[in-house]
RNA sequence: GUGGGUGUAGUUCAAUGGCAGAGCACCGGAUUGUGGUUCCGGGCGUUGUGGGUUCGACUCCCAUCACCCACCCCA
């Protein structure tokens, strides 16, 4: 029988699992520089957290789920998404008491049951920050400052900031008044999907790409003339410290996030040439989550960014942004007893630390240097019969060509040899 | 869930309905003690799978599966 990986799902293979360690190792620091620290929760929940944090309506609690029913009848669901687990750990653990703010960020993979497509998959590896306890627009601000920076320091500097406000329940209400009261008399003209809008997410109505309907849009009222006064004033000071911090971005009332726990401050990072899927992160202000979730009402911001997305903008600029790392030395032996008695000395050399490859079925001598080549290795560690007799090893720098003898140690003079000339 | 495209060697690709091939990669060899270049040698692959048409199918038809791309939506 021959197995297929699941449709949607990938392997990360050695040949590239570098370049994943590379950006998530990054990530792991610019979070860092900016005060948040790491949390890892199951990659299962209960599927009602879900369900009443993201939405009844929305697409990824109606179709995207994994759900299953355990052996007891429980009803779980792999995470679609991150915030929700991270705020029902909060609430469950109690990190509210630990400090009046708590600023978090996570790794790992998401699931979404979603036809897969360019930079869409089934298992997807996301990364977050969620910043709890404050409604600061500093805070909008440094989330969204700290993705910025550090996309640009990866070296991705066409990056573009989409901002929005959706408003705090009330206006936001509001306005989806507003928007069906312009689209009413309309109604009949709009495509299928825009009817379904209509009724359950109007302001979906504003981004559709079919033709008649963009059409249709010409004089739509816009979400910022609705903002009420705290909102607004939140969402200016929000800009305020955006410019205060040079991070460049663009209005674009359009912005609706998927999830029904939004609020406020909205926003995504775009950048074109990943294909159709071409946001490499979103988030945005979920002040009534927590108490939704079963805690305090407590403000809070985050956003998540995808890894392929980023992985495939970084090779589509041709950022050389990771290496594969190379052993530094290949032991070349020659003769039975050679290669027996320079076991305890390869294992002396792993202990100090360096890397040694070796490959005991290559017999002749050119095969084990066309090796050597072929994995990368800056030194050929000669050792035949001769040499174990002599207590002797050569050391040959496959760059420069020039040999040196080694006592036969236990392993410091080639450890302090290569430290020496790096 | 809907639509379009593609399936041939490890890989990238060829092959009017008439004997399934090449580049790259990989392995071995050119006096088992010094590499990269060069030269020589090494390939029977269920042509994704199952049917059908035909004297004959990689090629045409049907079904199916997988992958890619797009819609919806999102990271």
Redesign the pocket.
Known sequence: MKY?????T?DILPQTSYKWQFVMDSFRKIAASFGYKEITTPIFESADLFERSSGES???VQ??MYRFTDRKGREFALRP?GTAPVVRSYVENHLDVLSSRTKLFYIGP?F?Y?????????Q?Y?YGIEAIGSNNPYYDAEVIALEMLWLNSLGLQNIRLELNSVGCPTCSAAYDEALRDFYRPQLPQLCP?CQK?FEQKPR?LL????ASCKALRQGAPSQLDYLDQPCAEHFAQVQAHLQAMNIPFTLNPGI????DYYSHTAF??IYEGL????????GGRYNGLIEQIGGKSIPAIGF???F??LLLALENEHIDFATCPKPQVYLIC??ET?RTAILPYLNSLRLWGIAIDFDP???????Q??????VGARY?L??????IEAKQL?L??????M?ITLPLDNGQALQQFIAQNK
């Open positions: 297929n990986i699941p449709r949607g990938f929305s697409d990824v179709k995207e998404e998401m979404r979603d036809r897969p497509q360019a930079g869409r998959f089934r997807f996301q999907d809008r979906r981004d559709c790409k079919v609706v996030r998927g999830l995504e990072f294909g159709a899927q071409n946001s490499l992160a979103g998540a960014g995808g392929e997305r020659l003769g050679a079925d290559k017999s002749s001598l050119k095969a240097f066309k090796t050597a080549d072929t050929a000669i050792v035949g019969d001769s040499e050569n040959k720098d496959l760059q420069s060509g040999q």
